[in-house]
């Protein structure tokens, strides 16, 4: 079992920042990709972000250009600066993470989640 525990969100204007952190724990071998969901009300889960254990980064569409995933291998956490940040951004964020390879934003193929973090882009 791998435990994820995400915390950095908040309430931000329109173009403002956040940077939002997942720290893992458990059997973290099994997080071979971790990434970042977020899912809006009334919308589908949708990916934004995915780091391998080997430092590969991939990008959903509302992210590119945007936001950045990074992961600190020592203190087993993944992290998402977020810039520029819309309305259209406002949603719960979630760290997932799954023990095969990052090659499907597919919700299902990730086996562990955490609770969410609530990020509100309004002015």
């Known amino acids: 079992q791998v435990q994820l525990a995400e915390s950095g969100g908040g309430s931000v204007q329109p173009g403002g920042s956040l940077r939002l952190s997942c720290v893992a724990s458990g059997n973290t071998y099994n997080a071979n990709c971790m990434a970042w969901f977020r899912q809006a009300p009334g919308k589908e889960r949708e990916g934004i972000a995915a780091i391998s254990s080997d430092g590969r980064t991939s990008y959903g569409d509302p992210a590119v250009g945007r936001f950045t995933i990074s992961q600190d291998n020592a203190k087993n956490t993944m992290y998402l600066q977020m810039n520029n940040l819309e309305p259209e951004d406002t949603a719960v964020y979630y760290c997932?993470?799954?023990?095969?390879?990052?090659?499907?934003?597919?919700?299902?193929?990730?086996?562990?989640w955490g609770q969410g973090t609530q990020v509100t882009v309004s002015s």
């Open positions: 997932a993470a799954r023990s095969g390879a990052c090659d499907s934003w597919n919700p299902s193929f990730f086996s562990y």
